[in-house]
Nanobody, 124 residues
Framework: QVQLVESGGGLVQAGGSLGLSCAVS????????MGWFRQTPGKEREFVAG????????DYADSVKDRFTISRDNAKNTVALQMNSLKAEDTAVYYC?????????????????WGQGTQVTVSS
């Protein structure tokens, strides 16, 4: 079973930037497509970004396209999410997720492993 641990969350002003990192352990990261999701109280978990196993294919929710960038370093078993031009509506708990397939997907149910989440708060 793969274990995922997110880090890098915090408080930032609107318009600022924040970088999240997901450390993968237990299995080699290159065996998994990865995704970032976010969730606010009372709402369903929402897809943010996904990246294929080797990293050549990425996918973004429309709400974050051109502001967020997902990347991975399979040699270091890490996946990153760089968030720029942050808005108050980006405030959420952000989760890293892994699925044993080549491509990522936007559906949370298709991911088999999840991190514990990291809080991102954007003040307006």
């Amino acid at each position: 079973q793969v274990q995922l641990v997110e880090s890098g969350g915090g408080l930032v002003q609107a318009g600022g930037s924040l970088g999240l990192s997901c450390a993968v352990s237990g299995r080699t990261a290159s065996n998994y497509a990865m995704g970032w999701f976010r969730q606010t109280p009372g709402k369903e978990r929402e897809f943010v970004a996904g990246i294929s196993r080797p990293g050549g294919t990425t996918d973004y929710a429309d709400s974050v396209k051109d502001r967020f960038t997902i990347s991975r370093d399979n040699a270091k078993n890490t996946v990153a999410l760089q968030m720029n031009s942050l808005k108050a509506e980006d405030t959420a708990v952000y989760y890293c997720a892994a699925r044993g397939s080549f491509y990522s997907t936007r559906r949370p149910a298709e991911y088999s492993s999840w991190g514990q989440g990291t809080q991102v708060t954007v003040s307006s």
